[in-house]
C-alpha cells in the first residue's frame, strides 16, 4: 500500500506562486509515475501535470509555462510548482502514484492505483 498526503495549498492572489508537495509512504516510489490532478467545484477531475518513472515530464496545455513538475526519490515526494496562477487554476488538488506496469498513458486516472486526500488551492482575482 501507498499512502500519499499532499501540502503547500492555500489562498494566494492571481499572478502569485504556490509550491504542493505531495509526501509518500509504504513503498518506494522511484519506479512509479507521479500526478497531479486538480477538481473544481462542478467539474470533472482533470490532469495537470506528471512525472514518469524515469523523470519525463508531461503537462496539460492549461498549466505549460507556468507549472513545474519535479520529484525526489531520496525523499519519495514529488513537487509541483505553480507560478504566474489565474483564479482559474482554483480547485482541490490531487496527487496520485502509478505503478510503471500499468502504462504509460499519463493524463489518464486509470494508469494511478495511489490518491491522496487533495490540498485547496485558491486564486483570487
Known amino acids: 500500500q501507498v499512502q500519499l498526503v499532499e501540502s503547500g495549498g492555500g489562498l494566494v492572489q492571481a499572478g502569485g506562486s504556490l509550491r504542493l508537495s505531495c509526501a509518500a509512504s509504504?513503498?518506494?516510489?522511484?519506479?512509479?509515475?507521479l500526478g497531479w490532478f486538480r477538481q473544481a467545484p462542478g467539474k470533472e477531475r482533470e490532469f495537470v501535470a506528471a512525472?514518469?518513472?524515469?523523470?519525463?515530464?508531461h503537462y496539460a496545455d492549461s498549466v505549460k509555462g507556468r507549472f513545474t513538475i519535479s520529484r525526489d526519490n531520496a525523499k519519495n515526494t514529488v513537487y509541483l510548482q505553480m507560478n504566474s496562477l489565474k483564479p482559474e487554476d482554483t480547485a482541490v488538488y490531487y496527487c496520485?502514484?502509478?505503478?510503471?506496469?500499468?502504462?504509460?498513458?499519463?493524463?489518464?486516472?486509470?494508469?494511478?492505483?495511489?490518491w491522496g486526500q487533495g490540498t485547496q488551492v485558491t486564486v483570487s482575482s
Open positions: 509504504g513503498r518506494t516510489l522511484s519506479s512509479y509515475a
Open positions: 512525472i514518469s518513472w524515469s523523470a519525463s515530464t
Open positions: 496520485a502514484a502509478g505503478y510503471r506496469g500499468y502504462g504509460s498513458n499519463f493524463p489518464h486516472p486509470g494508469v494511478y492505483g495511489y
